[in-house]
Each structure stands twice: as C-alpha cells, then as structure tokens.
C-alpha cells in the first residue's frame, strides 16, 4: 500500500510479553489510527491520533496503548499480550478528521501463544 | 451504540450478473458512508463512498445509494468479473474520529 507501511508482517509471540506493532507513513496526513481485525467483527478501532504526541482511545483501548513521537510513526503497544489478542491488525491513515476515506497498510498477522 | 448492520454475509454470483451488499446504521447523525475491498492478505481498500447530502453516486461499473430516512445504504457492482471476488466493508462515520464498520461480505464471482 503506496505510503503506508506496517511492520512486522507476521509475529507470534507468548503470552505475559510486550509487543510493540509499528506503522510508518510518507503522505503527511495528520490522523492515523489503530485497527484490530476478528471474524465475525469487521474493523474496530483501538486508538487513534490526531497529531504528534496527541492520541486517544477506540472501543477497544483495553490492554493496548499507542505512541506518536512523529508525524510519520505510530506505534500500537500490547503491555503483556493475552490470546485474545490474537488477530489482525492494521494502520490506517486519513487527511481528515470527518468525510474522509481510508488508507490502510497491509496488515500485521499477530498470534500469542 | 452505533451499530452498522451488513447483509448478506456471503454472496455468491455467476460472472456478469450484478450484486448488491445492503448495510443499516443505527445513528442518524452518520454523515459519510464508504465502502471498502480486501483482498486476500492485504488491507482494506477504499473503493467508493458517500455523503448525506447526495442519494447516488456511480463509478463504472460500482454505484452506492443512501437512504437517510430508513437509514440503509447500498453497494451495486454490475457485471462482475472474477477479480471483483474479495471481502467487501461498508462504514459508517459518525462524527469525528468514529467510524462504524460493518462485519463484511465476502463475494465470489464464478467464471
């Protein structure tokens, strides 16, 4: 995905440990966000950002937090990954607050074992 | 809460007939309403969206239509092709930072 970037790809991990989930972009845009996603659920929101340093929570802030030192970086933190976090998680990122579309990355497949 | 409600599930088609993708919303205060493709092992891709001040929108051979009173919006693809196989979002934006998706609907198009 142009401008957009999510790494790692796939991680498996074990329970009890700290992951950290990084996603990089080079469009500029102001928001980005934090998405998980679970069969059965779509797309729900973890956290987002509106700016360097300013961040807040989704739906399901729980377990996770979120830093932004930069405009170009946004990193998702799992303090000490459980099984229910296993799932799909993507980036996204936006050049508005509302009316806007989408760009998400290409994902990162995590797995806690 | 916000809900976004997405019918069918699954949807299978013969290559060249039409599909439709029907989502509900529950917040009246929904104002933007995109729809986006995910192909296998990549992320979702925004594919066309509308606002609430305009009932249809049309792009080749996709169009969306919005029904703000009983709240229903919808996805028509038209002569579909094999590539057009993948799982398919409707969202919903309430305002702000929030936006609703729905659960998906995974189409298939037989050649």
């Known amino acids: 995905d142009a401008g957009i970037t999510q790494s790692p790809r796939h991680k498996v991990t074990e329970t009890g440990t700290p992951v950290t989930l990084r996603c990089h972009q080079t469009?500029?845009?102001?928001?980005m966000y934090w998405y998980r996603q679970d069969p059965g659920h779509g797309l729900r929101l973890i956290h987002y950002?509106?700016?360097?340093?300013?961040?807040d929570k989704g739906e399901v802030s729980d377990g996770y937090s979120v830093s932004r030192s930069k405009t170009e970086d946004f990193l998702l933190t799992l303090e000490s990954a459980t099984s229910s976090q296993t799932s799909v998680y993507f980036c996204?990122?936006?050049?508005?607050?509302?009316?806007?579309?989408?760009?998400f990355g290409s994902g990162t497949r995590l797995t806690v074992v | 809460g916000e809900n976004v409600e997405q019918h069918p599930s699954t949807l299978s088609v013969q290559e060249g007939d039409s599909a439709v993708i029907k989502c509900t919303y529950s917040?009246?205060?929904?104002?933007?309403f995109p729809w986006y493709k995910q192909e296998l092992g990549k992320g979702p891709q925004l594919i066309i969206d509308?606002?609430?001040?305009?009932g249809e929108k049309k792009d080749q051979r996709i169009a969306v239509t919005l029904n703000k009173t009983a709240k229903h919006f919808s996805l028509h693809i038209t002569e579909t092709q094999p590539e057009d196989s993948a799982v398919y979002f409707c969202?919903?934006?309430?305002?702000?930072?929030?936006?609703?998706f729905g659960a998906g609907t995974r189409l298939f198009v037989k050649a």
């Open positions: 469009e500029n845009h102001r928001y």
């Open positions: 996204a990122i936006s050049g508005g607050q509302e009316g806007y579309g989408y760009t």
């Open positions: 917040d009246s205060a929904s104002n933007y």
């Open positions: 969202a919903a934006n309430t305002g702000g930072f929030k936006t609703i």
């Open positions: 509308i606002r609430s001040n305009v």
């Open positions: 950002s509106y700016g360097v340093k300013d961040t």
